[in-house]
């Protein structure tokens, strides 16, 4: 399976370097990732509602205009912008990391909690989950209070996560999504239940599917 996938934000070469080098580790056997940066056109943070819209608007545009010979499409966001507008509308079906990730946590019988890096993102991720009617099994999203250069800043995330954690598995939580798709969680220590790293989750589905 070879997936078109595109950032949602305008990254530096050097992010865009980081996160391919990311997709190749994680992707399973028959998957292969082609990641894209969205273009300086889009913002290059999603700290406001405003943000969020335009990263959407801009992924949708991306997704219209990529070219042929790709088996599906992939927003890099937890988001899933323009996952629900695409969806048959294309040549190649649109994947979207939160509705792998928790319809994972759904369909096993879980509840899941989740971690953003800022409100704003933490606002569109309940309201997507919502949409895909996932809203009873996602308890609460807790937010980290992080900026953009936490991102790529591997132990500064895994630090935030503690008492975030601890939180949502005090209301319930059995296992806590990761609300940022380009964060590694390899650093992060054993928490009182799984911390998901949405992407790679999402990779392995769609591995699975092709090795079914």
Same mark, same amino acid.
């Given at each position: 399976m070879r997936i078109f996938a595109i950032t949602p934000i305008h990254v530096p070469e050097e992010e865009l370097l980081r996160r391919q080098r990311r997709y190749d580790q994680i992707s399973p056997p028959g998957v292969t990732v082609e990641l894209h940066d969205i273009g300086d056109h889009a913002p290059s943070a999603l700290e406001t509602a405003?943000?969020?819209?335009?990263?959407?608007?801009? %992924?949708? !545009? @991306?997704?219209?205009? *990529? =070219?042929?010979?790709?088996?599906?499409?992939?927003p890099d966001c937890v988001l899933d912008p323009g996952v629900a507008e695409l969806q048959g509308r294309l040549a190649a079906p649109v994947f979207g990391i939160l509705r792998l990730s928790v319809g994972y946590a759904v369909a096993t019988g879980r509840t899941a909690?989740?971690?953003?890096?800022?409100?704003?993102?933490?606002?569109?991720?309940?309201? %997507?989950? !919502? @949409?895909?009617?996932? *809203? =009873?099994?996602?308890?609460?999203?807790?937010v980290l209070d992080l900026g953009l250069d936490a991102i790529a800043d591997d132990a500064r995330w895994v630090a935030a996560l503690g008492g975030a954690v601890d939180g949502l598995a005090d209301d319930g939580a059995d296992l806590v999504v990761n609300g940022c798709s380009a964060v590694d969680l390899d650093a992060a220590d054993p928490h009182r239940v799984p911390v998901v790293d949405p992407t790679a989750l999402a990779l392995r589905l769609l591995g699975a599917g092709e090795a079914a």
């Open positions: 405003e943000d969020v819209r335009e990263s959407e608007r801009c %992924v949708v !545009a @991306a997704l219209r205009a *990529a =070219g042929p010979g790709y088996d599906a499409f992939l909690g989740a971690v953003t890096r800022n409100q704003a993102i933490a606002d569109e991720l309940t309201a %997507v989950a !919502a @949409a895909y009617g996932f *809203a =009873g099994s996602l308890r609460e999203v807790s």
